[in-house]
Nanobody
């Protein structure tokens, strides 16, 4: 089992920045790729960013490319999402996930945190 706890969400004005953190525990999380997903009201959960176990591979949804950066610190069992130039449409609950890469595509396992709310005021 892998336990994931997100933090760092909040209310920010458009154009601002937030840094989300995900603390992982349980199985050796450094063996997993990690990802961030988000779910806005009335919408399905969507992929935001992924990072391989070594950190050597990252990929992003087109909607956040160039604005968000995913990183990880395996010594701390932590994953981060730096979000810059936030837009109103980034408003959502953000979830941390443990998964794997199939080729260049991130695939989630069913390990999810409880989520952290990000609200961007326009």
């Amino acid at each position: 089992q892998v336990q994931l706890v997100e933090s760092g969400g909040g209310l920010v004005q458009a154009g601002g920045s937030l840094r989300l953190s995900c603390a992982a525990s349980g199985r050796t999380v450094s063996n997993y790729a990690m990802g961030w997903f988000r779910q806005a009201p009335g919408k399905e959960r969507e992929f935001v960013a992924g990072i391989s176990w070594s950190g050597g591979i990252t990929n992003y949804a087109d909607s956040v490319k160039g604005r968000f950066t995913i990183s990880r610190d395996n010594a701390k069992n932590a994953v981060y999402l730096q979000m810059n130039s936030l837009k109103h449409e980034d408003t959502a609950v953000y979830y941390c996930n443990a998964g794997f890469y199939s080729g260049k595509y991130y695939q989630p396992y069913n390990y999810w945190g409880q989520g952290t709310q990000v609200t961007v005021s326009s």
